[in-house]
């Protein structure tokens, strides 16, 4: 599949070899989004328990990524109809390779995610492609409570 004219996309299933590069996009991607919302020691555990490193030993079986050129620039998890993580490299946004990630994931059967309530960029892209917020909860951010939304597909 190609996602953007100037250069080409690759869909495909996460391998084993592809965890180092699935750990440092999620780590990057976790810290875009929390490092402004969470105080230090929050960061720090993020780090020293390995949070990014536990997310894709736990879903590796399930996530679908996306490459340029051999390298992991995009991944996304379902698991149990639950969306569990879409993160794109910052340099790729904008070449819709979110958008699709995002629609493998609803063939796959993914009807629900959650989304922290101030990572609005997502919750705007999310909610641009009919997904509404069905419940609101306090989830906990290594050892930080973070409001947090549930979003649905809309039907």
Request: charged share 25%; aromatic share 10%; with cysteine.
């Amino acid at each position: 599949m190609h996602c953007h004219e100037n250069f080409d996309c690759h869909f495909r299933p996460a391998l084993p070899a592809d965890f180092d590069s699935l750990r440092d996009l999620a780590s990057r991607c976790w810290m875009e989004i929390y490092e402004p919302q969470v105080p230090p020691e929050s960061i720090r555990r993020f780090r020293n328990e390995d949070g990014a490193g536990d997310y894709v030993r736990e879903f590796l079986p399930s996530i679908q990524v996306v490459t340029v050129s051999g390298q992991v620039i995009g991944m996304i998890s379902v698991a149990h109809g639950y969306i569990t993580g879409l993160y794109v490299d910052g340099r790729y946004r904008g070449h819709l390779i979110g958008t699709s990630l995002l629609h493998n994931a609803r063939l796959d059967g993914g009807h629900l995610l959650d989304v922290s309530a101030n990572n609005r960029r997502a919750i705007a892209f999310y909610e641009r492609r009919d997904w509404q917020r069905v419940s609101t909860f306090d989830e906990d951010v290594f050892g930080t409570r973070v409001k947090a939304f549930t979003l649905a597909r809309a039907r």
